[in-house]
């Protein structure tokens, strides 16, 4: 059973920062592109980052590019999702996924497996 665990959200205020974690078991981690999704309130799952199988690929939303950092250690089957600089319209829920295609990493229905998300308040 696969399973997809995110931990590390919390309450933080603006200019502050937070690192996310995905905890993935039951799939091979290292087979699969990882990406980061969020929702806020009243609005759609939006893509956050992506990051290729390996690690050497990684793209990103414009609205969190030199904020945010994406990596992966294959060998603890972990993603994760520093955050830097908040701000209060980056309070969403966090979703880390498991995908098959790079080229689409940006696409939610590329993603087979997801996590059950974390919540980021940034308020102060």
């Known amino acids: 059973q696969v399973q997809l665990v995110e931990s590390g959200g919390g309450l933080v205020q603006p200019g502050g920062s937070l690192r996310l974690s995905c905890a993935a078991s039951?799939?091979?981690?290292?087979?699969?592109?990882m990406g980061w999704f969020r929702q806020a309130p009243g609005k759609e799952r939006e893509f956050v980052v992506a990051?290729?199988?390996?690690?050497?690929?990684?793209t990103y939303a414009d609205s969190v590019k030199g904020r945010f950092t994406i990596s992966r250690d294959n060998a603890e089957n972990t993603l994760y999702l520093q955050m830097n600089s908040l701000k209060p319209e980056d309070t969403a829920v966090y979703y880390c996924?498991?995908?098959?295609?790079?080229?689409?990493?940006?696409?939610?229905?590329?993603?087979?497996?997801w996590g059950q998300g974390t919540q980021v308040t940034v308020s102060s």
């Open positions: 996924a498991a995908g098959s295609v790079y080229a689409h990493a940006k696409v939610i229905s590329a993603y087979d497996y």
């Open positions: 039951g799939l091979t981690f290292s087979n699969y592109v």
């Open positions: 990051i290729s199988r390996a690690g050497s690929s990684t």
